[in-house]
């Protein structure tokens, strides 16, 4: 199936037909107990109310997209407002099904259409049509600003939406309606059914399921080094690289609690979301309480915004947290493309032979004038030349998109 969401390379490969399911041994599980530590230094959180219950949140600039049962809004000034249209066209009305930051926007799935931002407001996607017909409960994006990859939970498929194509995945023995949550990195789709884990192989075309009983999965993220968190009904799951995984109990004693949701961010960290509160993952030990919520009326979502400030939706309530600061040059990004840039781009070069043109990016202003570029060329894996120098991590590549995108920030 063919669409316009991006009018490139729109082929004609077929769908992968069912894909085969491996069962893959019970993981070593080591557990670390104990519930997070009482916020040292408690952030304050500001509350805003909501209409209509909230059910998807994502974070965009420095402001969250909240998606409710009714509408979708944002902070403006002091106050959360529905999120207003531009031009002609359905409005957002009803209920709002799922959210997703990408690299230039967000997507809104909602009962009145598909939608995504510009700016502050809303604009009907050209695709809405195709998309609104698949009946959207969950979606997630593979970051990257050429190759982006918008992985569709479907109510009858999982649908992979990749250079204007949408492929469907069916996946032997699991029920698209029961992915609780999903990761995709890769050619490696991670796929939450209620306590079990798959792991769709997109290249080899094979699912494996983990033999093991995590409890309800809400939510699997990435973080640096190729770490997964995956919140569960029992607690907090992180999975090493290699396949090792550490639980984490969230809870004193015996007990387990649940982890609602976790949310990264480059300069944050990883944090947690329970019924308490939220904590900050430190690897290894419990994790460190950051602020309490008050008692919970319903499940919590969260999000972080560009600059850091952590955005937590539940019931009728957006809660802030202003843990951000805007990304600043001198502080994050010039030692990133120190490292990364300047053995090839100094005058001289400690790199010969390479004739990379001198480009000074310890330089605020040149670093500046050579923003757009830098992101795109990082992002296209053209900087730094494959094979000449390490790639510079996703989590670093971020910092400096985040930086270029927030208004460089000095
Ligand atoms: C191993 C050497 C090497 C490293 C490391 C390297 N570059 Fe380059 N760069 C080159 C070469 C060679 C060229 C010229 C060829 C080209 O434009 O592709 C170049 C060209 C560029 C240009 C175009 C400059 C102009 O004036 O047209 C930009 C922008 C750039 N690099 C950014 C970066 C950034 C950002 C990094 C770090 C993330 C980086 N490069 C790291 C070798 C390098």
Same mark, same amino acid.
């Given at each position: 199936m063919c669409l316009v969401l991006q009018l490139v390379g729109c082929g004609s490969d077929p769908d992968p037909g069912p894909v085969e399911t491996e069962k893959a041994p019970p993981p070593e599980v080591t557990i670390v107990k104990g519930a997070p530590s009482? =916020? /040292?230094?408690p952030v304050e959180a500001t509350t805003f109310g909501t209409?209509?219950? /909230?059910v998807a949140l994502d974070g965009l600039g420095s402001m969250p997209v909240v998606g409710t049962t009714v509408e979708a809004s944002t902070v403006m000034g002091d106050e959360l407002a529905a999120m207003e249209i531009w031009g002609?066209?359905?409005?957002?009305?009803?209920? /709002?099904n799922a959210i997703v930051r990408r690299a230039g926007n967000v997507l809104v799935a909602a009962d009145s259409g598909v939608f995504h931002t510009l700016d502050d407001k809303l604009v009907l996607s050209p695709a809405s049509d195709t998309l609104s017909a698949l009946d959207i409960q969950s979606m997630h994006v593979t970051s990257g600003v050429a190759n982006e990859v918008i992985w569709i939970v479907a109510a009858d498929a999982l649908y992979e939406l990749k250079s204007g194509k949408l492929l469907k995945w069916s996946i032997e023995?699991?029920? =698209?309606?029961?992915?609780?949550a999903l990761l995709a990195t890769g050619d490696a789709v991670y796929i939450g059914f209620g306590a079990q884990l798959y792991i769709l192989d997109t290249k080899a075309q094979k699912a494996t399921i983990i033999d093991?009983?995590?409890?309800?999965?809400n939510e699997i993220i990435s973080g640096p080094g190729g770490v997964l968190h995956i919140a569960t009904s029992q607690g907090l799951f992180e999975r090493k690289a290699e396949g090792v995984y550490t639980q984490y109990?969230?809870?004193?004693?015996?007990a387990v609690a649940e982890v609602d949701d976790i949310a990264f961010d480059a300069k944050q960290g990883t944090f947690i979301v329970t019924s308490t509160g939220i904590s900050l993952a430190t690897g290894d030990a419990a994790p460190v309480g950051m602020a309490t919520l008050g008692e919970q009326k319903a499940p919590r979502l969260m999000a972080f915004d560009d600059i850091g400030n952590l955005w937590v939706g539940e019931d009728q309530t957006v809660y802030r947290l202003p843990l951000g600061s805007k990304i600043g040059f001198a502080e994050d990004v010039r030692p990133i493309l120190e490292k990364?840039?300047?053995?090839?781009?100094?005058? =001289?070069?400690?790199?010969?032979?390479?004739?990379? =043109?001198? /480009?000074?990016?310890?330089d605020y202003d040149t670093a500046t004038e050579y923003g757009a570029s830098t992101v795109l060329r990082i992002s296209t894996g053209q900087m730094p030349p494959a094979g000449k120098a390490d790639p510079v991590p996703p989590a670093e590549f971020e910092i400096v998109k985040r930086w270029q995108e927030g208004g460089q920030a000095p």
């Open positions: 009482d =916020p /040292v230094m209409k209509g219950y /909230v002609e066209g359905p409005t957002l009305t009803g209920r /709002v023995g699991a029920t =698209p309606a029961a992915i609780t093991y009983d995590f409890g309800a999965i109990t969230m809870a004193d004693g015996e990364h840039c300047m053995a090839c781009h100094a005058d =001289p070069p400690t790199i010969q032979g390479e004739n990379a =043109p001198a /480009v000074n990016f310890l």
